[in-house]
């Protein structure tokens, strides 16, 4: 795009963006099973409107916008209690779990150095299921993530695992309530006593789970504790954009104690500008998905919540059991929470992913990795509760598909070819061929995703993180 010589009249504007739109999932119609948090109409309303009403307050500076530090810790108190803190435990409002997972590692990065001044190759211990970014999070701040295999049935951490993979070195931990992948809870308690036994910071990583899990626990479903009821718990994080359903851009991250949060603060005075004292990451930031939270979380109210996690739960037990249903599809592990995941043993789930988009449905393919073989992701909303039977219907029919369609050949010739190569020694050309032999060129969106998805679960873990880079420097190009 270039800038137009004259502004263009609102009317045409918008049209433009509604059709930029069409090119989307159409996830107000329930049937986006993945990346999508929506309570519904109703509840959009809210939102929105609290989040325009602070668009342009800036939360930078409490001293100018006092309303946003105001509304900031609302937002945080009520984290706190959900999450049963006492009155030593205190927080910050972020702009998502991948914040709120930076702030908990440089605290505990920062408090280690001051404590632990002789570790100087810090290293942070994950179950394989833990999430992405705790990675990216080691990747930028200069710590050794260490990786530590799960049970392979029930897809929880194993404490007696995370203690062998100890070492002089290790400064945190993480446990998952709930892990992404299968919806699962770790053995908090037992990873707490861990921590307290060995000094080590332990994050429960409650960015999906840290607030429905709440309002799971008390409709009676079978969660271990996952928050500061247990001791030994240092931080949590916990997402209000996944199922608290707040506008995106919102996510609280708590610590036990003000002398831990202390670490993740920042201030410079050391330059000509304005003092810059920031809590978390961001500086400059619009108090919009503050507002936003809060207008949502007094919209529900607890009764609110409580009734959608008994809709969402319903929901789950009748998936699973519609799922288990048909003889090629499997689930792993034993959900806990309103998310899950299956395989086949029999049909490639990524050509099911793609029969079912043909069909208007998103279900989310990942990839193996670890314990965890290839398989099909769902995130399960309340506004998708009529949709439950068609789903599994669809399914049905899609795995009879997919069982017609070639698998393979191309992954496996792919996987001959490169298990033995170093992904530093390939070159971006390399990449850009293998891309383009499973039909994905240019900046064009690929339609079906089951060829490049059987390639990517083919290649060994550097050489598919690679060929992601490669792909994603192809595709964002300035338009003309
Ligand atoms: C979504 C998620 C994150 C990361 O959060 P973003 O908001 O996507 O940055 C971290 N941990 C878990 C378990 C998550 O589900």
Redesign the pocket.
């Known amino acids: 795009m270039r800038l137009p010589k004259h502004g263009l009249a609102e009317g045409d504007l918008f049209a433009t963006l509604e059709k930029y739109r069409e090119q989307d999932m159409p996830w107000r119609d329930g049937r986006t099973w993945a990346y999508i948090y929506d309570p519904g109409p109703e509840a959009e309303a809210v939102i929105k409107r609290a989040f325009t009403m602070y668009l342009t307050e800036n939360g930078l500076d409490p001293t100018v916008f006092p309303s946003a530090m105001h509304m900031e810790n609302d937002v945080i108190g009520v984290a706190v209690d959900l999450l049963h803190g006492d009155d030593q435990v205190v927080g910050s409002f972020t702009s998502?779990?991948?914040?709120?997972?930076f702030c908990a590692v440089k605290a505990a990065r920062d408090w280690a150095r001051e404590r632990r001044p002789e570790v100087t190759s810090p290293e942070i211990l994950l179950p394989e299921t833990g999430?992405a970014?705790f990675q990216k999070a080691a990747h930028y701040l200069g710590l050794e993530p260490v990786v530590v295999p799960v049970d392979p049935v029930t897809f929880l951490a194993e404490p007696g695992r995370m203690r062998e993979a100890i070492t002089p070195n290790t400064i945190m931990m993480v446990g998952?309530a709930?892990?992404?992948a299968h919806g699962v809870v770790d053995p908090i308690p037992e990873l707490g006593a861990l921590a307290e036994e060995t000094g080590v910071w332990l994050h429960v990583?409650g960015?999906?789970?840290g607030f429905m899990l709440h309002f799971l626990q008390r409709i009676g479903v079978d969660i271990p504790d996952y928050d500061f009821r247990v001791p030994g718990v240092s931080s949590i994080?916990m997402?209000y954009?996944?199922y608290a359903f707040a506008a995106k851009g919102a996510?609280v991250v708590l610590y036990r104690n003000r002398d831990l949060r202390r670490h993740q603060m920042y201030a410079c005075s050391n330059w000509t500008g304005y003092t810059v004292i920031n809590t978390t990451v961001q500086s400059t930031k619009s108090a919009g998905p503050i507002a936003a939270s809060w207008a949502v979380l007094n919209h529900f109210g607890d009764d609110g919540y409580m009734a959608i996690a008994r809709t969402v739960w319903a929901m789950t037990e009748k998936l699973v059991a519609g799922i288990a249903s048909i003889p090629a599809l499997r689930v792993l592990g034993r959900p806990q929470m309103n998310m899950l995941s299956f395989t086949s043993d029999e049909v490639s789930v990524f050509h099911i992913a793609d029969e079912m988009k043909e069909r208007g449905w998103f279900v989310q393919p990942q990839l193996a990795y670890g314990s965890s073989p290839e398989n099909l992701h769902l995130s399960i909303n309340p506004n998708s509760e009529r949709w439950a039977d068609d789903l599994i219907a669809d399914l049905r029919e899609c795995v009879e598909k997919a069982r017609q369609l070639p698998s393979g050949e191309l992954a496996v010739k792919i996987k001959e070819a490169f298990s033995h190569v170093d992904a530093a020694s390939v070159t971006p050309e390399v990449f850009e061929g293998m891309l383009g032999m499973a039909g994905v060129t240019g900046t064009a969106l690929p339609g079906r995703m089951a060829e490049i998805n059987e390639v990517l679960n083919a290649l060994p873990v550097p050489l598919r993180e690679r060929l992601l880079v490669e792909y994603l420097n192809e595709l964002y190009q300035p338009s003309s």
């Open positions: 998502g779990g991948t914040e709120s997972i999430h970014s998952s709930i892990s992404y990583d960015c999906m789970g994080s997402d954009h996944k996510s």
